[in-house]
């Protein structure tokens, strides 16, 4: 019996939901609670499906999307991020060979992977939907980054793939100032193929909806509401073409086109996975991550602060320099005013200061 026969053991899985129906895969985030953000278990489940669904020759296409109307998928947990990682970064670095193997299942899919948006699409997720071949984006859905607001950098496709969709200056508008990209924009960006309306009221569909009309369809208010049908019907449309194609040609047109992607990936991934987990022991996803689980402003003033006046800026509380005069432990953050150990006051020791360049000369 062949390993790879289609009707073996299908696995089980808690955090994403896979089928198969007329030959098209469909895997989902299954977390509309935590507007479908990925937990770690949620990574391997989807990688799992990815093989499941590559395993499969009665399988034609994949589609990826995410439960409900509000995400289609908003990155990586942050709030798991906070209790798991920033205390131990050496295990976000395993975590970000997970990460890897999830966004390297999608790539090297021997199937088209057609990305379903069908809400939010932000951080890790938009760089899902950058690793897919195809996007379908409803109408009341936003793509976007936040890594540089949340004390993180998107360097697990975003930095690698959106100069090559979007051009260098678009791609550093969306890296740097996070802005969110709605519908119709994604659409004249080239960060989409196709737009379907999904907003609707007792006139019907809307084309552009405003951020108050979705509000109210999110709700269900003033006889709004969020329908899906013109989104399904232009991915099985998208579904339905590709299953008219050769699926060896198919495989090998992907692996071919996929050549600046891969080249950009591999040249930076591993750079990434490194630099990202020491990262994790630092002063600003520390207090970006904990902003958000905390539900309040991130302090970055505070940060800024730290750097113009030469605090440590890399560290929590400040660089590891100071002395207890009463117990001698060392290597104590400089901004403790007693001592973690044994609760002595601490020597008050005026933050060292860089001299003015006139001051040097």
Not at 32 to 40: E, L, M
Not at 113 to 131: D, F, K, M, S, Y
Request: overall charge neutral.
């Amino acid at each position: 019996m062949s390993h790879f026969r289609n009707d073996r053991p299908a696995p089980r899985f808690d955090q994403v939901r896979y089928g198969v129906d007329r030959g098209v895969a469909t895997i989902m985030f299954d977390r509309p609670a935590s507007f479908n953000a990925y937990s770690t278990r949620t990574l391997e489940e989807a990688a799992l499906a990815f093989r499941e669904a590559s395993w499969d020759d009665a399988v034609h296409a994949v589609v990826l999307t995410g439960a409900g109307t509000r995400a289609f998928c908003t990155g990586g947990d942050v709030r798991e991020y906070a209790a798991e990682y920033l205390s131990r970064p050496r295990d976000y670095w395993k975590y970000m060979g997970l990460f890897r193997a999830y966004i390297e299942s999608i790539l090297h899919c021997p199937k088209p992977v057609i990305a379903r948006i069908n809400g939010i699409c932000v951080g890790g997720g938009n760089e899902t939907q950058l690793a897919c071949d195809l996007t379908v984006m409803a109408g009341h859905a936003y793509l976007g980054q936040v890594g540089t607001g949340v004390g993180s950098v998107p360097c697990g496709g975003a930095t690698q793939w959106l100069p090559l969709v979007v051009g260098d200056k678009r791609a550093r508008q969306m890296l740097y100032l996070n802005d969110r990209i709605p519908a119709r924009q994604a659409l004249e960006w080239g960060l989409v193929n196709a737009v379907a309306p999904s907003v609707r009221n007792a006139g019907g569909f809307v084309d552009d909806p405003t951020p108050e009309q979705v509000e109210k369809a999110q709700k269900a208010a003033d006889g709004w509401s969020i329908d899906l049908a013109r989104l399904d019907q232009a991915v099985l449309d998208l579904t339905d073409r590709l299953r008219d194609k050769f699926p060896e040609c198919l495989r090998y047109t992907k692996a071919q086109a996929n050549f600046w992607k891969e080249l950009a990936w591999h040249q930076t991934v591993g750079h990434a996975q490194e630099w990202l987990a020491l990262h994790y022991v630092c002063r600003e996803p520390h207090e970006g991550m904990n902003a958000f689980v905390g539900k309040r402003p991130v302090d970055f003033a505070g940060v800024r602060r730290a750097w113009a006046e030469d605090r440590g800026p890399e560290f929590v509380w400040g660089a590891p320099t100071g002395k207890c005069p009463a117990c001698g432990s060392a290597g104590l953050p400089a901004e403790f005013t007693h001592c973690g150990r044994c609760g002595a006051a601490m020597a008050a020791e005026s933050a060292p200061t860089r001299a003015r360049p006139e001051e040097a000369r």
